[in-house]
């Protein structure tokens, strides 16, 4: 029985790295491009670009950065007040402010609905 349990415990462990190294390539490698030109939006300067590859760590080999995905995950670091993670807020909260605080949607028809 403790066997059995070993067996399945191992085949699982197998199955999740088999699963997150198909997600990392499906999501990183995949797409094509530099993951940090499509993070550093429409206009984006050189220096911005290279700010984003260097501090997310897309200068690294893709081995390198699997790596330090599964450590993050194994570590339980999920995305919040991480540092690397603050860049994304910022675009959030520019775009927000940007706002008056109320919204005017606009008809089919053309005019503004309040």
Do not use: C
């Amino acid at each position: 029985m403790g066997a059995f349990i070993l067996r399945r415990l191992i085949g699982m462990v197998l199955v999740l790295v088999a699963v997150s190294f198909i997600v990392f390539i499906v999501f990183i490698l995949v797409p094509g491009g530099d993951p940090a030109e499509r993070m550093a939006g429409k206009n984006p300067t050189r220096q911005n670009i290279i700010n984003i590859r260097k501090k997310w760590g897309f200068d690294k080999p893709f081995y390198v950065q699997y790596a330090q995905m599964m450590e993050k995950a194994a570590n339980g670091i999920l995305p919040g007040r991480h540092g690397e993670y603050d860049v994304l807020r910022s675009f959030n909260s520019q775009t927000k402010g940007s706002s008056s605080g109320r919204s005017r949607r606009s008809r089919p028809g053309g005019g503004p609905t309040a």
